[in-house]
C-alpha cells in the first residue's frame, strides 16, 4: 500500500502531529470524500506501506517528526511545491526565501532524490505575466537544482470554486510558449522536467508527462519491485500509481487563492479550528452510530528481488 499524504490538504505544514500520532497508534480513520457517512479503517503497519507520498508547501512543521518516523521503518518522499507567488495568491505562507531555506534543510537531512520540486500551478494574470514566470523559474531552478533530483509544473485549472480575476485558463498558444522557456531553463541546470495530468505534448522541449506518485521510485526506495496498478481514481492524464490517500478535504488553512481542494478559505479556517490532533480522523470525530469499515490492504512487494537505491 502506497499513502498519499495528502493530495487534500497539507499535511506536513498543518497537521504532523496528528499524523505521527496515528503511526504511533498504527491505524488512521478516513472519510470517504464522496460519501461522508462512509468511513474507513486504514491499517498503517510498516509491514504494509510500502511508501509515503507527502504534499507539501512547507515542512518546517515537519522536521522534528522525521527522526522518528525513520526509527519506525517508514519509507518516503516529498512533493514540496516552491512557488514564487506571495500573498497576493499565497497568503496563509510564511515568507519564501524561508521556506526554501526549509526545502534546502530537508533535501540535506533526506537526500535530494526524496525531495521533489513542484512549481504548480502557473498562474497567468495581473502580474504574474509569461516574463516573470521565466524570470522566477530561472532564479528557482539556480538556488534548487542542486537539492532536488526532478521539477513537475502545472498550469492552473479554473475551476467553479475558484472565484478571483487574477487566475484565468492559460491558452495553448501560453503553454507551449512557457513549456519552451521552461524547458530550455531546465536543461540548462540538467534538471529533468515534468508536467502534472496535463494534456499538452511539451515533449519537444523535453518536458514529458509525470508521475507523482513514482512506481520507479518508490521500488527505489523499497528496495524491490512492486506489484503496482496506475491509478484509475485520477484525472485524464494523471500517471500516478495507485494509492490510498488520508487526507480531508476542505482542512488546509493556507488559504491559496487557486486552491481546488476547499470549499472557501472561510470554511477550510473552520475545519483547522475543529482539528483534534488525538481523534483518528482528520478535522472530524465519529458520530454515535457510526461504524468504520476495515480496508483491505497488501504490500505490493515483490520479495524476492531487491534493487540497488541509485
Not at 488525538?278 to 505490493?300: D, F, Q, W, Y
Amino acid at each position: 500500500m502506497i499513502l498519499s499524504a495528502s493530495r487534500r490538504t497539507d499535511i506536513p505544514c498543518c497537521y504532523g502531529e496528528w499524523f505521527l500520532r496515528r503511526l504511533r497508534e498504527g491505524y488512521v480513520l478516513v472519510r470517504n470524500p464522496m460519501n461522508h457517512a462512509q468511513v474507513s479503517r486504514i491499517p498503517l503497519s510498516p509491514a504494509l506501506v510500502d511508501g509515503i507520498v507527502f504534499w507539501t508547501k512547507d515542512a518546517q512543521n515537519f522536521l522534528p517528526y522525521l527522526q522518528e518516523i525513520d526509527k519506525m521503518g517508514y519509507l518516503y518522499y516529498f512533493q514540496f511545491t516552491l512557488t514564487p507567488y506571495g500573498h497576493d495568491l499565497e497568503p496563509g505562507l510564511r515568507p519564501k526565501d524561508e521556506i526554501l531555506q526549509t526545502f534546502l534543510d530537508l533535501s540535506d537531512r533526506i537526500g535530494k532524490e526524496r525531495v521533489l520540486w513542484r512549481y504548480d500551478p502557473i498562474v497567468l494574470g495581473g502580474e504574474w505575466t509569461a516574463e516573470r514566470h521565466t524570470e522566477a523559474f530561472a532564479k528557482l531552478c539556480s538556488l534548487l537544482s542542486p537539492y532536488t533530483q526532478r521539477v513537475t509544473i502545472s498550469f492552473v485549472d479554473q475551476y467553479k470554486k475558484i472565484r478571483s480575476t487574477h487566475i484565468r485558463a492559460l491558452t495553448a498558444e501560453k503553454i507551449r510558449l512557457l513549456g519552451e522557456r521552461f524547458g530550455r531553463i531546465a536543461a540548462g541546470h540538467q534538471l529533468p522536467i515534468v508536467t502534472c495530468c496535463e494534456e499538452a505534448d511539451l515533449s519537444a522541449f523535453s518536458i514529458e508527462h509525470g508521475s507523482c506518485i513514482d512506481a520507479a521510485l518508490l521500488e527505489q526506495l523499497c528496495g524491490c519491485p512492486l506489484d503496482i496498478a496506475p491509478d484509475k481514481n485520477q484525472r485524464s492524464g494523471c500517471g500516478c500509481a495507485e494509492s490510498i490517500d488520508i487526507g480531508a478535504y476542505n482542512t488546509c488553512p493556507n488559504g491559496c487563492l487557486y486552491c481546488y481542494a476547499n470549499r472557501s478559505a472561510a470554511s477550510a479556517a473552520a475545519s483547522y479550528k475543529r482539528h483534534d490532533p488525538k481523534s483518528p480522523l482528520l478535522c472530524s470525530r465519529l458520530a454515535e452510530g457510526e461504524t468504520p469499515r476495515e480496508r483491505n490492504v497488501k504490500t505490493h512487494r515483490r520479495l524476492q528481488q531487491t534493487l540497488p537505491f541509485l
